[in-house]
Structures are given as structure tokens and as C-alpha cells.
């Protein structure tokens, strides 16, 4: 299971430049004027983890198989976008097929890079997106909703279109759906307002470690919870460094950690993911999965007939799987534990399926 962050947001504020940074690469082309990109960019980044390195340490691993994430850089949306204005409404569709929006938002001033907009306003930038988001939903559940497709909708699917319809036109918190419904329904509705979100305040070199004014407003209203701070533009350089450049720069200007660690991290909290391990003397694997998942379905994202057939899972912590040096010393010091189909598997999790074909 590889989860899709797209990344949302005016023209011109460093999604490009996001991705490129996140990706290591410099396919999508960044540039200072408005709607410079036009297609998507898609990029997939295995997803760092030193828990990773350590046990194809231990287990002697041949190989070592991240997990991945994938980014989806899409062009920019201006007011009036659901109607046609600026690159239009085919874009808002790009972002449906995402499965948490990354809102990248300007929080640095420039007088060489062009604004859309008169004057940097991170929460009136966030505004505007949000509203062309809820405006395309308004009209897919108008359509959802007409008599004669409404017989193709579900029950349930019909009551959040309802509610989520009644709290777009009456100014109220979408979000309470989340309170009713459960989230693997609310993301079958493919409403743009619902998707989990994180947002990026872009900011200069000298805001990285704290922040600045427009950082603070914006972290004011929407909460530290889902923000992050973040230079597009420093994180694309520092990628262009060597390994100890690298440290050693990002010791200077006080970053602790590179945006993609930082967004992994929060990605991994909103959509609620946890990372379980195989290792072995072939491969050592990262997995990712649902919170609170089960053995037998931790163990259908390797294989279905795993799922089907599964009897037992060998099971050793991860902390228990370092301390004993691997498969062998933790058996023999009773740290493995033979867990049945109700085991709800814990994040770093070392597991060896035991089925039946
Ligand atoms: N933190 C930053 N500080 C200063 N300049 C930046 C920063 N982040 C990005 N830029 C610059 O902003 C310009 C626009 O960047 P980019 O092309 O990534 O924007 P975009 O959001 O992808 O635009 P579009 O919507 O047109 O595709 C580039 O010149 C880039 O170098
Ligand atoms: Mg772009």
C-alpha cells in the first residue's frame, strides 16, 4: 500500500519546487511565472527509515526494500477555477485521485517572484483553494444527487453527500462528518474538501527554524497539528549536496530535518499508518499498513494468499529484534511470540507469516 499526496495550491507559490525537492530530482520544471506547469508530475520517493538500515545490518540482508510514497505535483488553481478560470476544472480532478492533499501556501516575500495575488496572505491564499475545492464538490454531489443517478448512489454514500452538501452551502465545518461516517466512506465519496490534509508554509532561508509573521498567523488559526515549515527552494539546494555538505549546511541554517522526513511523518499521522518489517537473509522490507490492522490483513499486502491461508504469525518487536540481534537470539530468549488472526500488528513490528496454500 503506497499512499498519493498531491500537492495543491496558487500558481507560482513552490509546488515545483516542492517536488522536485522531495522527488531528488528536477523533473518538474520550476520557474517564476504563473501556470508553469500544466501536466501532472508524478514522482514515487521510497520512504527513509533507519529502522530500515538497521536490521538488513542485522539479518544480513541482500537487499533492502523501502516503502514508498508517491507525489503528485499539479498545476496551480486560481479563484473561479470550478468554473473554467485559470487552467480550469480539469485540474481539480487530479486531485481526486489523491489520497491527502499536501496545500502549499506562500509564506515568504519576494520581489522577484511573481503573486497572483497583491500581497502574501497565507490564510486568504488557503481560502481561496479551499473554496474552488468545496465549489467542485457542490457540483459532483449536485450531479450525484439528480433523480436519475441517485438510484446508482448508496445509503450511506447518499447521507454524507447530503450532509456534506448541507454544511458546504450553509458556511458549516465539513469536517463533523468525520465524526459520523468512517473514514474509509468518507474517501469513497471522493470529495476533494474531505481528504486528509497537510499544509506547507513556504518560507525564505532565514524563517526555516521559526517561522516568521505569516507562518505565525496562519499556525494562529489552522493549529500547529497539520503544519509544517518548510524552504521549497533551500531543500532543493541542500539536495543537490553531498552527504556530510549536507549535514553540515542544514546544521548551519538550524534544520533538523529535510521537509520529506517532516511531511512522511505527518502523512504517516493523518492517514493513520503504521510500518511493519520482514527480514531476512534475502531481503529486509518495510510494509506499510493501516493502523490497528490484523495479522491476516498485515499479511495480505505481501500476498492475498497469505491472507487466505494464514495460520500464525511469528512476531518479535522491534526493540526486542535489535537488543536479541536478530530471528535466531530472540527465540532462543523467548522475545518471539506466535500471534493468531486476531493480532492487531504494532508499527515496526519484525513478522514471519506461517500459511497455508
Ligand atoms: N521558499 C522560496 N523562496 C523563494 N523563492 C521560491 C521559494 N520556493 C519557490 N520559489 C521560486 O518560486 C518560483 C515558482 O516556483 P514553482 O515553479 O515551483 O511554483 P509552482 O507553484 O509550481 O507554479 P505553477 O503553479 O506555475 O506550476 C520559482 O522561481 C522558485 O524558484
Ligand atoms: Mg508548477
Given at each position: 500500500m503506497s499512499f498519493k499526496c498531491g500537492i495543491v495550491g496558487l500558481?507560482?507559490?513552490g509546488k515545483s519546487t516542492l517536488f522536485n525537492a522531495l522527488t531528488n530530482s528536477s523533473k518538474a520544471q520550476a520557474a517564476n511565472f504563473p501556470f508553469c506547469t500544466i501536466e501532472p508530475n508524478v514522482g514515487v520517493v521510497p520512504v527513509p527509515d533507519e529502522r530500515l538500515d538497521k536490521l538488513v545490518e542485522i539479518s544480513k540482508s541482500k537487499k533492502k526494500i523501502n516503502t514508498t510514497i508517491e507525489f503528485v505535483d499539479i498545476a496551480g488553481l486560481v479563484a473561479g477555477a470550478s468554473k473554467g478560470?485559470?487552467?480550469?476544472?480539469?485540474?481539480l480532478s487530479h486531485i481526486r485521485e489523491v489520497d491527502a492533499v499536501i496545500h502549499m501556501i506562500r509564506c515568504f516575500d519576494s520581489d522577484d517572484i511573481q503573486n497572483v495575488n497583491p500581497t502574501v496572505d497565507p490564510i486568504r491564499d488557503l481560502e481561496i483553494i479551499e473554496t474552488e475545492m468545496m465549489l467542485a464538490d457542490l457540483e459532483s454531489i449536485q450531479k450525484r444527487l439528480e433523480k436519475n443517478n441517485k438510484?446508482?448512489?448508496d445509503e450511506e454514500q447518499l447521507k454524507i453527500l447530503e450532509i456534506a452538501s448541507d454544511c458546504i452551502n450553509n458556511s458549516k465545518d465539513i469536517q463533523i462528518l468525520y465524526e459520523q461516517f468512517d473514514k474509509k466512506l468518507i474517501s469513497q465519496s471522493g470529495l476533494l474538501s474531505l481528504k486528509p490534509k497537510i499544509f506547507v508554509c513556504n518560507v525564505d532561508e532565514a524563517s526555516v527554524q521559526n517561522g516568521n509573521k505569516y507562518t505565525q498567523a496562519f499556525i494562529d488559526k489552522y493549529g500547529e497539528k497539520n503544519t509544517l515549515i518548510v524552504s521549497a527552494d533551500i531543500e532543493n539546494q541542500i539536495n543537490q549536496l553531498e552527504n556530510e555538505e549536507k549535514e553540515n549546511y542544514m546544521e548551519m541554517i538550524g534544520l533538523k530535518r529535510t521537509g520529506l522526513n517532516m511531511l512522511i511523518q505527518k502523512g504517516y499521522n493523518i492517514l493513520e499508518l503504521d510500518t511493519y518489517f520482514t527480514s531476512g537473509p534475502e531481503e529486509t522490507r518495510a510494509w506499510t499498513i493501516q493502523k490497528n490492522c490484523t495479522a491476516p490483513k498485515a499479511a495480505g499486502e505481501i500476498h492475498t494468499d497469505f491472507e487466505k491461508g494464514f495460520i500464525r504469525a511469528e512476531t518479535i518487536a522491534y526493540e526486542d529484534f535489535i537488543a536479541n540481534d536478530g530471528w535466531v537470539n530472540s527465540k532462543t530468549n523467548g522475545k518471539m511470540r506466535l500471534e493468531g488472526k486476531d493480532y492487531i500488528v504494532k508499527d515496526g513490528d519484525i513478522l514471519n507469516f506461517r500459511f497455508n496454500t
Open positions: 500558481p507560482n507559490v478560470e485559470g487552467l480550469g476544472n480539469k485540474f438510484k446508482n448512489v
